[in-house]
């Protein structure tokens, strides 16, 4: 009987110690995704660095596949610019989906310069900083805030950008209202 009591004391005092963020790691949502108020599957679209030679501004990372490439690291869009994204469906591939993001005003001017700047070299897409697809940026339509990301992007990958998006454009532009709250 001693030894059980004592395990229990032990048992909560390393609860108490750990604070609340052990029972916050285990909170989701009715879809899966984790809700704890960070930011999760950020994208990144990054020029593609052939030679590299500025150590401060150029990294190497890791791509989903195992391969190695090298960016620089001022990014060319952020989550930040990027308001909603859509899963399209891949004609003959129901578990591969393009992607389709509005972009905001800001993020509108970079795909331009980027698409313009770099339309003979290559760019990545990186999610919270793993490399995920190479591509030439298109320009956009005149008319249109959206662009589409050519996949192929497994459903899981599509469907945690498309749900941290609007949450992420939100986290990284607080309002006034927000910043004071």
Known sequence: MR???MTAIAALTALCLCGCDVLEV???DSDGFVKDG???FVLTINHMV???HAE???REVECFN???VWINTNSLLHSR???EVQMVPMPGNPQYYNLRLKLAHRGKLMWLQASIGFKHSKVALLVDGVCYRIFNAQEPDENSDWVTIEGPFHKYLASGI???AAANYKMFNPSNDDFFN
């Open 162 to 164: 498309v749900h941290y």
């Open 81 to 83: 610019d990027i308001e």
């Open 56 to 58: 401060k501004i150029e």
């Open 26 to 28: 285990n909170q989701v």
């Open 50 to 52: 052939k030679y590299p």
């Open 3 to 5: 030894c059980l009591w």
């Open 66 to 68: 195992g391969n190695k």
């Open 38 to 40: 960070k930011p999760h």
